[in-house]
């Protein structure tokens, strides 16, 4: 089930789709990057034969033998580049966030609706193996009705390359909200079965950095830090989020908090009336309390998990190619992308605003 890739952006993510790529057996043919001595290290160690670093994207698109692009580019550049590569006929597997708002998005819709390839947008996290066992559970009844699920992700000091586009918000579109929460909203919405989100209480902050020279930091993906950078984003968000059918969602998110290493649990909480989960995503086992022949039981469900990151990856890559090759739906559609960015917006929107609203 091979086909030819091109690489739209070759940074730290960039490089992470190379690889998982290669695992699985996709030629990459072609790499751009604004740097271009980027796309072509990605080219050297990653490229197959023939394959080339080439100087715009238009070259990109208009190469031979390129079927689908990845788009790992700074959020304000996807909606750009993945209406560009669907009106050119590729298949598009497109980095998180979606896009900046929803406007974009359904500029990326209309594109893809007008296009031979497909979209699919780059929600990892649902091929964790946690996450796929505790969604056939789920799928299976087990749960009984959820009703509450509550989704986080704390860092007490993981800025990204602060100073530079992920804390610019006219690059980024905001702060750890749209950088980590979309993952475990999108996670979470997902294993429900995508109810309607249909409002939101949010609120956002930004306490550390600054100045940026003054922050203290245990790692920095897209570092080191530019001290002169701009820092204009949230570093922590909260959020309620009520759908359709009563079950509500309670997000943390944060880039930087004062919380004692290992104190708080990231991951996903489900509460269901016949059996309830507290998962770290990448985690080996999952616990599942449930009740069996009337005593309360707590069931660890059997399942490979070697390398759970890896594995997602691949996972992900599985159903891209069953996109590219076998035409088949994508993993995560632009739908939920869009669905998703609705509620990225409003609850934006209910911090500015400081009081709950609908989601548009
Ligand atoms: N799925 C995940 O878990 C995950 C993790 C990290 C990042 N991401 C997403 O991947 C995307 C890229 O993030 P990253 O961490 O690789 O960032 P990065 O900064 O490491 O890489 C971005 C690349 O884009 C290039 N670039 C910068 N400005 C550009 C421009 N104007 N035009 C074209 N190229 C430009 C840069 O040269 C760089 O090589 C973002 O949308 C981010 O949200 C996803």
């Known amino acids: 089930m091979t086909f030819g890739l091109g690489m739209i952006g070759c940074g730290g993510i960039g490089n992470v789709h190379a690889q998982t790529a290669r695992r699985a057996g996709i030629k990459i043919m072609g790499a751009w990057d604004i740097l271009s001595d980027r796309a072509a290290l990605l080219i050297e160690q990653h490229g197959a034969k023939g394959s080339q670093a080439v100087p715009s994207i238009d070259a990109l698109l208009a190469m031979k033998g390129i079927d689908a692009v990845v788009v790992a580019v700074p959020n304000d550049r996807h909606c750009e580049c993945a209406c560009a590569a669907l009106k050119a006929g590729k298949h598009v597997l497109l980095e998180k966030p979606m896009a900046l708002s929803t406007e974009q998005c359904d500029q990326i819709l209309s594109a893809a609706s007008a296009s031979a390839g497909q979209l699919q947008i780059g929600f990892v996290c649902r091929g964790t193996p946690a996450a796929l066992t505790v969604k056939q559970w789920i799928d299976a009844g087990r749960f009984g009705e959820i009703y509450h699920i509550k989704a986080s992700l704390y860092r007490r000091r993981g800025i990204p390359g602060l100073g530079g586009w992920f804390t610019t918000k006219k690059h980024s579109g905001g702060g750890p909200l749209i950088d980590l929460g979309v993952h475990v909203i999108d996670l979470a919405l997902h294993l429900?079965?995508?109810?309607?989100?249909?409002?939101?209480?949010?609120?956002?902050?930004?306490?550390?950095?600054?100045?940026?020279?003054?922050?203290?930091?245990?790692?920095?993906?897209?570092?080191?830090?530019?001290?002169?950078?701009?820092?204009?984003?949230?570093?922590?968000?909260?959020?309620?989020?009520?759908?359709?059918?009563?079950?509500?969602?309670?997000?943390?998110?944060?880039?930087?908090?004062?919380?004692?290493?290992?104190?708080?649990?990231?991951?996903?909480?489900?509460?269901?009336?016949?059996?309830?989960?507290?998962?770290?995503?990448?985690?080996?086992?999952?616990?599942?309390?449930?009740?069996?022949?009337?005593?309360?039981?707590?069931?660890?469900?059997?399942?490979?998990?070697?390398?759970?990151?890896?594995?997602?990856?691949?996972?992900?890559?599985?159903?891209?190619?069953?996109?590219?090759?076998?035409?088949?739906?994508?993993?995560?559609?632009?739908?939920?992308?869009?669905?998703?960015?609705?509620?990225?917006?409003?609850?934006?929107e209910s911090s500015n605003l400081n009081r709950e609203v609908e989601i548009g």
């Not at 949230?234 to 930087?256: H, K, S, Y």
């Not at 990448?282 to 390398?307: C, R, W």
């Not at 594995?311 to 190619?321: E, L, T």
Request: glycine content about 10%.
């Open 192 to 348: 429900a079965g995508h109810p309607k989100a249909q409002r939101v209480s949010g609120a956002t902050w930004s306490k550390f950095g600054h100045p940026i020279s003054e922050y203290r930091y245990t790692s920095m993906w897209a570092g080191p830090p530019k001290v002169d950078g701009i820092f204009d984003v949230e570093d922590g968000a909260m959020a309620l989020i009520r759908c359709a059918g009563g079950l509500t969602i309670e997000v943390n998110v944060t880039w930087a908090a004062n919380i004692p290493e290992g104190s708080t649990k990231d991951g996903i909480s489900i509460w269901g009336s016949r059996a309830g989960t507290n998962f770290d995503i990448f985690g080996k086992e999952v616990s599942i309390a449930t009740e069996e022949h009337g005593m309360l039981v707590d069931i660890k469900p059997q399942f490979e998990a070697t390398n759970p990151m890896e594995q997602a990856w691949d996972q992900q890559y599985r159903h891209f190619q069953e996109m590219v090759v076998q035409r088949k739906t994508p993993f995560a559609t632009g739908a939920q992308g869009r669905s998703l960015q609705a509620v990225i917006d409003a609850v934006y």
